[in-house]
């Protein structure tokens, strides 16, 4: 769901505005405690943490860089002095919802 765009494609706009939607989606507190809940499990066993849950808290843990490193879809100069950027957001949410603890 997060993989980076495969320049190679003629379709590489069409896969940006993907991937800033599934970041804009993201932005939810809603949508980062549902995924910080899937966590809660795994973590709430440590140090003795199965395989599995070593494997949930990864691919977690992949899907926040994943998430992180989408790149903010172009705005007009004006508008972008005018507003955060969906990065700036992104990282306020994840600070809020504990993710970066």
């Given at each position: ?14 896969q940006y ?10 932005i ?52 972008a ?21």
């Amino acid at each position: 769901m997060t993989m980076p765009v495969d320049e190679m494609t003629a379709k590489v706009p069409k896969q940006y505005s993907i991937l800033a939607d599934i970041k804009r989606v993201c932005i939810s507190k809603d949508v980062l405690a549902a995924l910080m809940t899937l966590s809660a499990g795994p973590l709430s066993r440590h140090p003795r943490m199965s395989e599995e849950d070593h494997q949930a808290l990864q691919l977690l843990l992949t899907f926040f860089r994943n998430l992180v490193s989408i790149p903010d879809p172009p705005v007009a100069a004006a508008a972008a002095a005018l507003q955060n950027s969906m990065q700036d957001t992104l990282l306020q949410a994840l600070f809020d919802e504990s993710v970066l603890d």
